[in-house]
C-alpha cells in the first residue's frame, strides 16, 4: 500500500497571510490526526478527524482549522499567519478498525513564514 | 490532560552496546503505548507499541516493557548499529472499543540516540 502523502513539503508564506495543507491517508485508513513539530515544543497534537468529524482538538488557536473529507482527506488551515507557526506539519492516518489503532505519519509540510 | 516524560535526553553508547530509553505516563486511563523513530529529515516511523494488557513486547533487537502500576514503559534497543541512531519518541493514548477515541496521542520530548561505530 501507499504510504501517507502530504502537499506541499515546502511552503514559504508571509505573516498574516494564509495556508492549506492537504494530506491523503493509507488506503482503509478513516483517521487522520495532524501534529506541529518544533525543536522547541517536540511534537504537540492538533486535531483528529475520523468520518468527516473532528473527535478531538488540541491546545492551539482558533487560527488552527481543518476538514475531513468522504474519502478520508484531510486538509488543515492556519490563518492570520504568525512567525511561531514556523514548524513541520505532520499527518497520521490510523486505521481505526479492529483494535488497531497505530498511527503512520506522513513526510511532512514545512512551512516557513517570514 | 496526559503528560509524558522522556528520559534521558541524549543517549550515546558504542556499537554492540544496549540502550534503554524510559518514559512516565500521568494519565492511569491510557492504554496505547507507542514507539517512533526519526532519522534527520524524515517522517517519524512506528517501531513497536504495546497496549495496556500486555506487560512486554519484542521484536528482534527492540523490546518494550509497561508497568501499569508505575505508570511507566521502557524501550530497550539491543545490540545496537550505527544505523540505530535517530530521536526516539515516546507516546501515549487512551483508546476506547470500536474505535472510539478518548484523546489525542501525546509524545514525549524525544531521545537522541548516537550509536558510535
Known amino acids: 500500500k501507499a504510504g501517507v502523502t502530504q502537499t506541499p513539503r515546502y511552503l514559504i508564506k508571509t505573516r498574516g497571510q494564509q495556508v492549506t495543507l492537504s494530506c491523503s491517508p493509507i488506503s482503509g485508513h478513516r483517521s487522520v490526526s495532524w501534529y506541529q513539530q518544533t525543536p522547541g515544543q517536540g511534537l504537540q497534537f492538533l486535531f483528529e478527524y475520523f468520518s468527516e468529524t473532528q473527535r478531538n482538538k488540541g491546545n492551539f488557536p482558533g487560527r488552527f482549522s481543518g476538514r475531513q473529507f468522504s474519502n478520508s482527506r484531510s486538509e488543515m488551515n492556519v490563518s492570520t499567519l504568525e512567525l511561531g507557526d514556523s514548524a513541520l506539519y505532520l499527518c497520521?492516518?490510523?486505521?481505526?478498525?479492529?483494535?488497531?489503532?497505530?498511527?503512520?505519519f506522513g513526510p511532512g509540510t514545512r512551512l516557513t513564514v517570514t | 490532560g496526559e503528560n509524558v516524560e522522556q528520559h534521558p535526553s541524549t543517549l550515546s553508547v558504542q556499537e554492540g552496546d544496549s540502550a534503554v530509553i524510559k518514559c512516565t505516563y500521568s494519565?492511569?486511563?491510557?492504554?496505547?503505548f507507542p514507539w517512533y523513530k526519526q532519522e534527520l529529515g524524515k517522517r517519524p516511523q512506528l517501531i513497536i507499541d504495546i497496549r495496556s494488557n500486555v506487560g512486554e513486547k519484542k521484536d528482534q533487537r527492540i523490546a518494550v516493557t509497561l508497568n501499569k502500576t508505575a505508570k511507566h514503559f521502557s524501550l530497550h534497543i539491543t545490540e545496537t548499529q550505527p544505523e540505530d541512531s535517530a530521536v526516539y519518541f515516546c507516546a501515549a493514548k487512551r483508546e476506547g472499543a470500536g474505535g472510539t477515541s478518548y484523546g489525542k496521542l501525546t509524545f514525549g520530548q524525544g531521545t537522541i540516540l548516537t550509536v558510535h561505530p
Open positions: 494519565d492511569s486511563a491510557s492504554n496505547y
Open positions: 497520521a492516518s490510523s486505521p481505526i478498525f479492529r483494535g488497531r489503532y497505530e498511527q503512520y
